[in-house]
């Protein structure tokens, strides 16, 4: 991992996602882009209004990712160095998002995500499902709530549906290698009575293939409610990390959905990081 992109707009739940993006570039020797992007509205034809020159609005917003920047490793150990980049763009996030993590050629997006109260519930928020969606790299999307462990543990939420590009688990196995991590492998199945199919069997054995290098097990959960198994699955495995493919029929395309993303969100247990990997 060379480079990780970590937009920011200034809240509290983005300030929690550059914790964890420092975290990962320590022991990744990756480079940090600590990114922002802002849009100016037009105003009305006969408002009467002050305007900035859009260089000193970059300036300025420059000015406060430093600030921010410079707190945050103030709070770290002075032995670890990591390389922090800025830019500021105007423009609309998910769209600059995307363009800079192609641009700069981003292994890893770290985003943050707001909570609900501050409380019990987490959603994913319409940029970050949206950098979700078109992202050509993983992006790992923080709770506000989130306290980094090391990702001793890894919960990977996986359908058995064929994988064509086993290439789609390397920053997985990246992550697991330098965190020591295990890797608990789990599929949701309304009847497990049911035997897997010859493709889903096969790429079981696909899977456990390609995580052979670091430590797995493979698990089946019955449940109705996809999103409730994963809550439990998470919580009796005290996963530190989420990881998944976010494909037709899971819970994330169904998050990113959004006529179901209004009643959808992760219970209590689900403070932890998810990590979506990209196909």
């Given at each position: 991992?060379?480079?990780?992109l970590v937009p920011?707009?200034?809240?509290?739940?983005?300030?929690?996602?550059?914790?964890?993006?420092?975290?990962?570039?320590?022991?990744?020797?990756?480079?940090?882009?600590?990114?922002?992007?802002?849009?100016?509205?037009?105003?009305?034809?006969?408002?009467?209004?002050?305007?900035?020159?859009?260089?000193?609005?970059?300036?300025?917003?420059?000015?406060?990712?430093?600030?921010?920047?410079?707190?945050?490793?103030?709070?770290?150990?002075?032995?670890?160095?990591?390389?922090?980049?800025?830019?500021?763009?105007?423009?609309?996030?998910?769209?600059?998002?995307?363009?800079?993590?192609?641009?700069?050629?981003?292994?890893?997006?770290?985003?943050?995500?707001?909570?609900?109260?501050?409380?019990?519930?987490?959603?994913?928020?319409?940029?970050?499902?949206?950098?979700?969606?078109?992202?050509?790299?993983?992006?790992?999307?923080?709770p506000e709530k989130?306290?980094?462990?090391?990702?001793?543990?890894?919960?990977?939420?996986?359908?058995?549906?064929?994988?064509?590009?086993?290439?789609?688990?390397?920053?997985?196995?990246?992550?697991?290698?330098?965190?020591?991590?295990?890797?608990?492998?789990?599929?949701?199945?309304?009847?497990?009575?049911?035997?897997?199919?010859?493709?889903?069997?096969?790429?079981?054995?696909?899977?456990?293939?390609?995580?052979?290098?670091?430590?797995?097990?493979?698990?089946?959960?019955?449940?109705?409610?996809?999103?409730?198994?994963?809550?439990?699955?998470?919580?009796?495995?005290?996963?530190?990390?989420?990881?998944?493919l976010p494909q037709?029929?899971?819970?994330?395309?169904?998050?990113?959905?959004?006529?179901?993303?209004?009643?959808?969100?992760?219970?209590?247990?689900?403070?932890?990081?998810?990590?979506?990997?990209?196909?």
């Amino acid at each position: 991992m060379k480079l990780i992109l970590v937009p920011t707009d200034f809240s509290e739940c983005s300030l929690v996602a550059l914790r964890f993006a420092l975290q990962i570039a320590e022991v990744t020797n990756a480079k940090v882009i600590l990114f922002h992007s802002f849009h100016i509205p037009i105003p009305p034809p006969d408002a009467v209004v002050n305007i900035i020159p859009l260089q000193v609005l970059i300036e300025e917003n420059r000015v406060q990712l430093e600030k921010i920047a410079s707190r945050e490793l103030k709070k770290r150990d002075a032995s670890a160095k990591v390389v922090i980049e800025y830019i500021v763009i105007s423009g609309f996030a998910t769209d600059e998002i995307i363009t800079a993590a192609k641009k700069h050629r981003a292994d890893l997006i770290v985003m943050g995500t707001h909570g609900s109260s501050g409380i019990k519930k987490i959603v994913v928020g319409s940029n970050t499902a949206n950098v979700i969606s078109k992202a050509n790299c993983p992006v790992l999307v923080v709770p506000e709530k989130a306290k980094f462990s090391n990702f001793k543990r890894i919960a990977f939420a996986v359908d058995l549906h064929e994988i064509k590009d086993n290439k789609v688990f390397n920053p997985l196995l990246e992550l697991a290698a330098v965190f020591n991590s295990e890797i608990k492998l789990f599929c949701v199945k309304k009847d497990l009575q049911q035997p897997l199919t010859i493709d889903q069997a096969i790429e079981k054995l696909n899977l456990e293939n390609v995580l052979k290098q670091v430590p797995n097990t493979f698990h089946l959960a019955k449940d109705e409610n996809v999103v409730h198994a994963i809550d439990v699955f998470v919580k009796d495995s005290a996963a530190d990390l989420l990881a998944t493919l976010p494909q037709k029929h899971t819970f994330v395309e169904l998050m990113l959905n959004k006529s179901v993303t209004r009643d959808l969100a992760f219970h209590v247990h689900i403070h932890i990081p998810l990590l979506c990997l990209p196909e």
